[in-house]
């Protein structure tokens, strides 16, 4: 997989979030994103998801332009900005309901993702009793159940503990060694480092070095 950012901007009123930004991703590499809060890392992976259409440019997966066919981007998982799931149904509950729209996994592999995420023991309390952390890793078992190709993750560790993070970045490891294409966006330049491969840094909406 190989994805091509092309002097992309974006433009919300009269303020552009985002100044010509071209970037190249390929499989089996770690990319980190970083910048202040602000800096236009999240308005560019929704961009990349096709939640947001750019002003100008384009994104291209494989160089197929997603967004021209007004379709979304297959086999792409994403966590941008906070999670958001049914209050009432426990953290399992909730997996099981995303999975059971395209039915490709069981709930074995969902219970091996909550193992990975270090949540399987709150799995059955509700989504409503969780902790900042608990949700965090409830939205990034989300993204890693179904085994996709792209794995699109901002601010990932947001309130989770030091040894979580430690084993969900074991994991995203494998995953790069095993060809998954890998964006991780944060303002915390320490955590990018343990894990990238690359990072672009922004600042006002440009990418300021690489």
Same mark, same amino acid.
């Given at each position: 997989?190989?994805?091509?950012? #092309?002097?992309?901007?974006?433009?919300?009123?009269?303020?552009?979030?985002?100044?010509?930004? *071209? $970037?190249?991703?390929?499989?089996?590499?770690?990319?980190?994103?970083?910048?202040?809060?602000?800096?236009?890392?999240?308005?560019?992976?929704?961009?990349?998801?096709?939640?947001?259409?750019?002003?100008?440019?384009?994104?291209?997966?494989?160089?197929?332009?997603?967004?021209?066919?007004? +379709?979304?981007?297959?086999?792409?998982?994403?966590?941008?900005?906070?999670?958001?799931?049914?209050?009432?149904?426990?953290? $399992?509950?909730?997996?099981?309901?995303? @999975?059971?729209?395209?039915?490709?996994?069981?709930?074995?592999?969902?219970?091996?993702?909550?193992?990975?995420?270090?949540?399987? *023991?709150?799995?059955?309390?509700?989504?409503?009793?969780? *902790?900042?952390? +608990?949700?965090?890793? $409830?939205?990034? @078992?989300?993204?890693?159940?179904?085994?996709?190709?792209?794995?699109?993750?901002?601010?990932?560790?947001?309130?989770?503990?030091?040894?979580?993070?430690?084993?969900?970045?074991?994991?995203?490891?494998?995953?790069? +060694?095993?060809? #998954? $294409?890998?964006?991780?966006?944060?303002?915390?330049?320490?955590?990018?480092?343990?894990?990238?491969?690359?990072?672009?840094?922004?600042?006002?909406?440009?990418?300021?070095? #690489?």
């Amino acid at each position: 997989m190989k994805i091509k950012v #092309k002097n992309v901007s974006k433009k919300f009123r009269n303020n552009f979030v985002l100044k010509d930004v *071209s $970037l190249e991703f390929e499989s089996g590499k770690i990319y980190g994103l970083s910048g202040r809060n602000g800096a236009g890392k999240s308005v560019l992976l929704k961009i990349i998801c096709g939640l947001y259409t750019p002003t100008t440019g384009e994104v291209t997966f494989n160089d197929v332009n997603y967004n021209k066919k007004d +379709m979304l981007v297959p086999n792409v998982r994403a966590l941008i900005e906070k999670p958001n799931f049914f209050p009432d149904l426990t953290g $399992l509950e909730n997996l099981q309901l995303l @999975a059971n729209i395209q039915n490709k996994i069981t709930n074995n592999e969902i219970y091996e993702t909550l193992k990975i995420v270090n949540l399987e *023991s709150d799995m059955n309390k509700k989504y409503s009793e969780y *902790s900042l952390g +608990m949700k965090q890793k $409830l939205g990034i @078992a989300q993204v890693l159940m179904e085994n996709p190709e792209v794995i699109i993750l901002d601010e990932p560790f947001n309130g989770i503990e030091e040894e979580s993070v430690k084993q969900i970045s074991k994991f995203l490891l494998k995953e790069k +060694m095993n060809g #998954k $294409l890998i964006l991780v966006s944060t303002h915390i330049k320490e955590d990018l480092e343990k894990l990238s491969d690359i990072i672009y840094y922004f600042d006002n909406g440009s990418v300021i070095q #690489k």
